[in-house]
């Protein structure tokens, strides 16, 4: 499968844990996006990726919330001290440069804060 | 105001059904809208552009006016296939490349 890959697909956690998801995008996609999403919303984008540069960052993206992308290939996206409130669904995407608007998205990690 | 909005539905069709969903948008400089469908519990899935012409594929059509501010999506002869929610999505202007995902609108079609 060449798609975009995410793992772990869940993942529960107690308040207060660290948590780390990783994500695979399509080979030669230079751009990778990370989003959220709750239950009954679309996606909120986080923040993105041109190879291991750092673009942009939302300003839903606290400081407990860190995303790496260190070699222009999968990408990292932390979180300190998790909340209950950081439930979601944590979605990338990447994308050639040029047509960002094709994105393609990968499965999901789903996060369960207890 | 929210930067795209969408009525949540449910809609709920028979097949056969012709169903047409609009969505608004706020910024009016915006250049670029999709159209893109997510299954329960799994990942959008860009389902078509919308260009100014308007563009059909199939059973869809996306049309936009830009005047009113809002994009519709047309489907011609649902298909059980056809349920699913349905996201409105917008690249405005400066923005870079992120895309603005409206709430979506969950279609249902049933025999």
């Known amino acids: 499968d060449t798609g975009v890959s995410q793992n772990p697909r869940h993942k529960i956690t107690k308040r207060g844990q660290n948590v780390t998801f990783r994500c695979d995008p399509i080979s030669e996609h230079n751009r990778l996006y990370w989003y959220r999403q709750t239950l009954g919303q679309g996606p909120e984008f986080l923040t993105y990726f041109q190879n291991e540069a750092q673009l942009e960052k939302s300003r839903l993206l606290s400081d407990r919330f860190s995303a790496e992308r260190p070699k222009g290939s999968f990408s990292t996206l932390e979180i300190q001290r998790t909340e209950q409130g950081d439930s979601a669904m944590y979605l990338c995407?990447?994308?050639?440069?040029?047509?960002?608007?094709?994105?393609?998205f990968g499965p999901g990690t789903r996060l369960t804060v207890t | 105001r929210k930067e795209v909005e969408q009525d949540p539905g449910p809609f709920n069709v028979p097949e056969g059904a012709t169903v047409a969903f609009n969505c608004t948008y706020s910024n009016s400089a915006s250049q670029s809208f999709f159209w893109y469908r997510q299954d329960c519990r799994k990942e959008p899935k860009l389902l078509m552009s919308v260009y100014s012409s308007g563009n059909e594929d199939g059973r869809f059509t996306a049309q936009l006016n830009r005047a009113s501010q809002y994009i519709s999506l047309l489907i011609r002869d649902s298909k059980l296939s056809d349920s699913a929610t349905y996201l409105c999505v917008v690249n405005p202007p400066r923005m870079g490349d992120k895309l603005i995902f409206g709430t979506g609108t969950r279609l249902q079609v049933f025999p």
């Open positions: 995407a990447s994308s050639f440069i040029q047509g960002a608007y094709e994105q393609y």
